[in-house]
């Protein structure tokens, strides 16, 4: 009954929730997904200090979250773009041999 | 889009046919309660149907409500989320009355579900529960807590592209915002804000204090509803449902209900952590 022992978040019941959901049932990704926070609507117009405080790059603190699948496809798009490079490169090469064979004659 | 209880209705000043704002003709009603009453409308330079909440009164007398509305309608605008109400519009009628336009709902709520289902199947239940999940958690980013989840203030509206089903929070206008004061109004005419079966129990101490914890009870209540095909808690009224919760009953187990819950359920008792 107490509220400090209870589910603190809307979030986390809804994780519980999502458990008993099929693997596949897009809501699981919904919730399983991170949740960036929106400001508050009390919170107060961010200070000129604030605002013209300079921003950190990107690639710092800022976490890029990989799942399997995501990974996968990054794997095929490089796969796909090796491959079209050595298409290229091995195109090249035969023209090449072709004009210096012509050369030769 | 809710009933809301009240002593006395006060008649709708407009009728079928009538223009407010010079761009709304109203149709029919669609549902009224003792503050305000929700009107089918058409929105004349676009062609859309829209729903226009009007405060029944004007003036003074409708301050409290006005400002419930009016409050209600900032709140609700701010939202992003499919399962909260979308705010179109919002100004005053030429004969003074308050209007708040939205987007036009096709459905049942909960209650009227239950009334008619008693129980929902568990997917369906849980897909429920977690759309309402997704409103409240975007209420709950902003700093806003509902205070007032029910079955009735969730609607079961069907999507125009596939008929689907979706839920939507209904009714921000007893909702707390942090780090601003409460609404005077409330729904009992006490201090107290909330519904019987639903409500949290810090609700009865502290409403103007309470977090999201509040609106995770009241959400577990309803989901054991829709599974147990009763809330946990009965009562008929706030003070039956205090002497309830003050009792420190548990609810039945839920699986002792509903055999085909899954033994590992947060809902045997509201909102309790595993």
Known sequence: MNPAERTATIEAFARDLVAFLPRKHPLRAQWLAPLEPPEPLHAKPAAATARSAPRPPRSEGSITRVTPRSALLNAIEAARRWRLLLLFAALATALATAAGLRALR | ?274
């Open chain 2, 1 to 274: 889009m809710t009933d809301e209880g009240g002593p006395r209705r006060a008649p709708l000043p407009f009728g079928p046919g009538d223009v407010v704002a010079g761009r709304y003709r109203l149709e029919e009603a669609i549902g009224a309660g003792g503050m305000s009453a929700v009107v089918a409308a058409t929105h004349l330079l676009l062609d859309e149907r829209v729903a226009l909440k009007f405060v029944l009164r004007a003036g003074e007398r409708a301050a409290g409500a006005t400002e419930r509305l009016l409050r209600e309608a900032r709140i609700t605008a701010k939202f992003g989320s499919p399962h909260v109400v979308r705010v179109l519009d919002a100004g005053i009628a030429s004969s003074g009355h308050l209007f708040v336009v939205m987007e036009l709902l096709r459905g049942e709520d909960l209650r009227q579900r239950l009334a008619t289902t008693r129980r929902l199947p568990l997917a369906t239940a849980l897909e429920y529960t977690l759309e309402a999940c997704d409103a409240l958690a975007e209420a709950h980013s902003l700093g806003v807590v509902h205070r007032d989840v029910k079955p009735s203030n969730l609607y079961l509206a069907a999507r125009t592209r596939d008929a689907r089903e979706v839920i939507k929070v209904l009714d921000f206008g007893v909702s707390k915002i942090s780090g601003s004061p409460s609404p005077g109004g409330d729904l009992t005419g006490s201090n107290v804000v909330g519904s019987p079966c639903y409500m949290a129990p810090e609700q009865f101490s502290a409403s103007g204090r309470v977090d999201g914890r509040a609106d995770v009870w009241s959400l577990a209540a309803v989901l054991f509803e829709c599974l147990a095909g009763s809330p946990p808690y009965r009562a008929r009224t706030l003070s039956e449902y205090g002497v309830v919760l003050g009792a420190g009953q548990r609810p039945p187990p839920l699986r002792a209900l509903r055999g085909d819950v899954p033994g590992r359920s947060t809902t045997s008792s509201p909102g309790r952590s595993r």
